[in-house]
Nanobody, 114 residues
Framework: EVQLVESGGGLVQPGGSLRLSCTAS????????MYWVRQAPGKGLEWVSQ???????YYSNFARGRFTASRDNAKNTMYLDLWSLKAEDTAMYYC????????RGQGTQVTVSS
C-alpha cells in the first residue's frame, strides 16, 4: 500500500520559515520523481515543486528563490524548506507521486499570519 505522510506545517508569521517533511512507503521511492503541491482555501491544487529521483529540484515561479526541495532516499523522505513566507503561501501542502496530486498524502497545513 502506498503511503505518503507529511508533517512540519504550522502557524508562522510573515517572513518566517518552516520545514515540511514527507515520508513515503509502499513503492520504490528512490527511483521515483516526487512532487509538492498545495491547495489554498477555496482554490484548486497548485504545483509547487518537483524533485527527480537523483535530487534535482524544479520550482514554480512563486516558489523559486524562496522554497528549497530536497530528499534523502536512504530515509524514504523528502523535504520542502519554506523561507520568506507570505500570507498567500497559506495552504494545505501535500507531497505527491504525480504532478497533478492525484496520489498524495493527507497534507500538512501551513498558515502564514501575524
Amino acid at each position: 500500500e502506498v503511503q505518503l505522510v507529511e508533517s512540519g506545517g504550522g502557524l508562522v508569521q510573515p517572513g518566517g520559515s518552516l520545514r515540511l517533511s514527507c515520508t513515503a512507503s509502499g513503492f520504490s521511492f528512490s527511483t521515483s520523481p516526487m512532487y509538492w503541491v498545495r491547495q489554498a482555501p477555496g482554490k484548486g491544487l497548485e504545483w509547487v515543486s518537483q524533485i527527480t529521483s537523483n535530487g534535482t529540484p524544479y520550482y514554480s515561479n512563486f516558489a523559486r528563490g524562496r522554497f528549497t526541495a530536497s530528499r534523502d532516499n536512504a530515509k524514504n523522505t523528502m523535504y520542502l524548506d519554506l523561507w520568506s513566507l507570505k500570507a498567500e503561501d497559506t495552504a494545505m501542502y501535500y507531497c505527491a507521486r504525480d504532478i497533478s496530486g492525484t496520489s498524495r498524502g493527507q497534507g500538512t497545513q501551513v498558515t502564514v499570519s501575524s
